[in-house]
């Protein structure tokens, strides 16, 4: 007669307990297993689409000039194309104005009286040449009053009050002329008066007559007149002329000087414009910038030291900037690691009008980047430069420095900076020593 088996408790116990050693037997197989393999992958191809979105310095080649003046008429309007020799604006001084209305009423009430003394001689009659001095005042007033005022043709308008001024000064010059040559000393019996013109070279006695004193008097204030001339010829209105061909700006943030040359442009001085990106025009004195090249600009912009959004020099991306509907290719021409940030230095052919403007812009650079990829996790940041551990010939795991043409934040596409060291697919890689470390912890 067969006996029973009747399963104890403890026989349950002890099934349990197999089966818990058997879960962790296969569990710590498995970790084992990814301890030995599973930071370790081979690189293989991908195509990844990428984009970086970051804040960009504008640099343009552009020369900045300052002048001093209180006053300035514009000739071009912002953004318009100039050529070397082109009248750009019109500077006055300080005191142009009111020097200016000082010699037309000066003029006017030395006129007015110069001409009374001549009537009172001629019996009302005014000399030819007085008239023809007249015909050409009346012809350059006509003039300034068809030009309206100075806004219109500053350039001219300043032309033709240095003619009116000129003029008036001839005509007034005239006048003294033609009224010394009748109040010359009389001859009396046959010998002239002395005039003061012997050896002694003294200057002639004050005439003490009435209609002398007023010859005189005409005299000082004509004198007065040509001071003031004098002064205003010196501190006259000049014109400002273009030096070179390009697009002209009045607006001017005091970096041109410091973004002149691309080749040394560094990360704190790009990270310095971006914080204080302002533009603004010179109230003082009269500021601005002729952009020598049109069709040629540069973008400037940082990314982190320790982070796999990245460019890679010597490619090109498309690129889309903040507030312009157009989009925009540019060749990536320089990249300077440092633990402080990389910069880049972006190249675009394409009119520059539109940025002609501003410092500061917003830029979202894409594309779709194909090459071998690792996930970031795999890369390592020395001073901004990525590395990765990849397996040499001897079966080690080597340090390389990389370039990164483009990540999803997951994954990044690689290439060796160093051109004698080749990475192709299916060579081993595995995560950076630190990272593993992390990951023990």
């Known amino acids: 007669m067969e006996r029973s088996f009747r399963a104890s408790k403890r026989f349950y116990v002890l099934l349990f307990i197999s089966g818990v050693l058997l879960v962790a037997f296969v569990v710590g197989a498995i970790w084992l297993m990814r301890k030995v393999t599973g930071n370790i992958r081979k690189l293989e191809q991908l195509t990844l689409y990428t984009e970086v979105e970051s804040e960009a310095v504008v640099v343009r080649s552009e020369r900045l000039f300052t002048e001093t003046a209180s006053e300035s008429r514009i000739l071009f309007s912002e ?16 005191s142009y104005e009111s020097t200016l209305n000082s010699i037309c009423t000066k003029e006017a009430t030395l006129y007015s009286n110069l001409l009374a003394m001549i009537q009172t001689t001629t019996g009302g009659t005014i000399p030819q040449e007085i008239l023809q001095y007249n015909e050409r005042i009346n012809a350059i ?42 109040n010359k000393p009389q001859q009396t019996g046959g010998t002239e008066q002395q005039t003061g013109e012997g050896t002694s070279g003294e200057e002639p006695p004050a005439v003490t007559t009435t209609g002398n004193s007023a010859l005189d008097d005409a005299h000082r204030a004509a004198a007065e007149i040509d001071l003031i001339r004098k002064n205003f010829e010196t501190d006259s209105a000049r014109t400002v002329r273009s030096e070179y061909n390009g697009y002209i700006s009045f607006y001017s943030d005091a970096n041109e000087d410091n973004l002149r040359d691309i080749s040394q442009l560094t990360v704190p001085l790009i990270k310095r414009i971006l914080n204080a990106p302002s533009i603004s025009m010179d109230n003082e004195n009269f500021s601005y910038r002729i952009v020598t090249d049109r069709t040629t600009f540069y973008l400037a912009f940082v990314q982190s030291g320790s982070s796999a959004n990245r460019l890679m020099p010597g490619l090109s991306y498309s690129f889309t900037v903040k507030g312009i509907k157009a989009a925009y290719q540019g060749k990536i021409i320089n990249e300077r690691d440092t633990a402080q940030g990389v910069l880049y230095v972006m190249q675009v052919n394409a009119d520059v009008r539109p940025l002609l403007t501003t410092r500061v812009v917003e830029i979202s650079v894409q594309n779709n980047a194909t090459g071998l990829y690792v996930p970031v996790k795999y890369l390592q940041y020395t001073d901004g430069v990525p590395y990765i551990y990849a397996k040499s010939t ?16 997951e994954n990044a596409i690689i290439s060796a900076r160093d051109s004698h060291i080749t990475l192709f697919a299916g060579l081993k890689v595995r995560i950076p020593p630190e990272e593993e470390e992390e990951t023990k912890s």
């Not at 194309?81 to 006055?92: F, N, P, Q």
């Not at 079966?395 to 934040?409: C, E, H």
């Open 79 to 94: 953004g318009a194309t100039v050529s070397e020799g082109d009248a750009i604006a019109v500077l006055y001084p300080y």
């Open 141 to 182: 007033s006509k003039q300034m009053r068809e030009a309206s005022n100075r806004e219109r043709n500053p350039e001219f308008y300043a032309k033709l009050e240095i003619q009116l001024t000129t003029v008036q000064a001839m005509r007034r010059e005239a006048m003294l002329q033609w009224l010394d040559d009748r």
């Open 394 to 409: 001897d079966g080690t795991f080597q340090k390389v420095a990389v370039y990164v043409a483009g990540s999803d934040g």
